[in-house]
């Protein structure tokens, strides 16, 4: 698969989506992260829940957790018409494609429509977004079912890595949660923030797992421009709320 082209690249956010049906939302916390080959996709809707760890929230708070979207994966564009293959993802899997049409209204402002005219959606690229762009996508050492990607562009970060256990395909996160394996279910982690150009903690803005919220990802003396970034054992070892045992190793773009 092609390298998607330059005008892409960086950290998009969403300012506004409007469906045929006249629902908008312009509140939830949505932060696109565009490579040249690897993307991540977060998207939060507003919500107050305690900065706690998933096993002290309680069923309630949990159900709303489950309301999150995030994904990560692979880009390919055509023309006008942009795909995200999703090889990771907070709810379900399922067959329906991630597909629309784009448009560059101005280089820093983009339109994206659905193929059956369904929804639009505003983009807005973030200006500290543009610079160095790159990913790496990772596998857990010990088990290559569970996968994870660290993307960067400019000052952003964004990790994605998937739950620690498996989740059956199709319908929507809280039709699976029963309360024997509810926190399990929502141990997804995508987490987006800045890094400073490693002259602070990398930050945490936003995640899927409300306690990181302004926790570091990595820190301050782990260079995110260093070449080895990604084979480094100290990011492959601990990279994340809910590690593997045995640590991430680096894999190829799915």
């Known amino acids: 698969m092609a390298h998607i082209?330059?005008?892409?690249?960086?950290?998009?956010?969403?300012?506004?989506?409007?469906?045929?049906?006249?629902?908008?939302?312009?509140?939830?916390?949505v932060y696109w992260l565009q490579t040249p080959r690897l993307f991540a996709d977060l998207r939060i809707p507003p919500a107050t829940l305690a900065a706690l760890p998933l096993e002290q929230l309680n069923h309630a708070d949990l159900l709303t957790l489950s309301e999150q979207k995030g994904f990560a994966g692979v880009t390919e564009v055509e023309g006008d018409i942009c795909q995200w293959h999703r090889k990771l993802d907070y709810q379900p899997a399922s067959a329906e494609q991630d597909i629309g049409h784009m448009h560059f209204e101005t280089s820093e402002r983009l339109i994206e429509t659905a193929l059956d005219d369904d929804y639009y959606e505003i983009w807005e690229r973030l200006p500290d977004s543009r610079g160095i762009c790159r990913g790496q996508w990772l596998q857990a050492a010990d088990d290559p079912v569970r996968v994870a990607c660290l993307v960067l562009a400019g000052d952003y970060f964004l990790f994605a890595a998937s739950r620690i256990v498996a989740l059956a395909p199709g319908g929507h996160l809280r039709e699976?949660?029963?309360?024997?394996?509810?926190?399990?279910?929502?141990?997804?982690?995508?987490?987006?923030?800045?890094?400073?150009?490693?002259?602070?903690?990398?930050?945490?803005?936003?995640?899927?797992?409300?306690?990181?919220?302004?926790?570091?990802?990595l820190p301050a003396d782990i260079d995110p421009n260093a070449q080895a970034l990604f084979s480094d054992p100290r990011v492959l070892s601990s990279l994340g709320t809910y590690s593997p045992a045995a640590g991430w190793r680096c894999a190829p773009a799915p």
């Open 5 to 29: 082209p330059d005008n892409y690249l960086g950290v998009w956010k969403r300012r506004l989506i409007s469906f045929q049906s006249g629902r908008t939302d312009s509140e939830s916390a």
């Open 176 to 217: 699976h949660m029963s309360a024997a394996a509810a926190h399990e279910l929502l141990t997804t982690e995508l987490s987006f923030g800045r890094h400073q150009g490693g002259q602070t903690p990398w930050q945490i803005d936003y995640s899927t797992l409300p306690a990181l919220t302004g926790q570091p990802l």
